[in-house]
């Protein structure tokens, strides 16, 4: 079984809140059959392994903006001393789902 089988589906929302000093936990977090239910808020959304196209990325960060969110099956990680404000909770999309 690969790792993306296992890898849980999200909804990614971006949450409105701008920091001064990265990095800045602008992303909410919801399991996928849980829509309502936030789980936490996260730093940084990588889609490098979705897409290399600059255009389609944008598309799919556009759609963290929407009300429904992205929707994407992924892995947490955290990168350490992402800036000043210290680690990030990283989001590594492996597919988009929708």
């Known amino acids: 079984m690969s790792h993306d089988s296992q890898s849980p589906a999200y909804i990614v929302k971006d949450n ?7 990095p800045c936990d602008h992303y909410d977090l ?33 759609r963290a903006f929407s009300a429904e969110g992205l929707k994407l099956v992924g892995t947490l990680d955290t990168r350490l001393k992402a800036g000043p404000a210290g680690d990030a909770i990283v ?8």
Do not use: M
């Open 91 to 98: 989001l590594r999309a492996t597919r988009v789902l929708g």
């Open 16 to 22: 409105g809140k701008r920091c001064f000093a990265p």
């Open 30 to 62: 919801f399991h996928a059959d849980r829509p309502d239910e936030k789980l936490q808020s996260i730093h940084e959304l990588d889609l490098s392994a979705v897409s290399d196209d600059p255009t389609k990325l944008g598309e799919l960060q556009e």
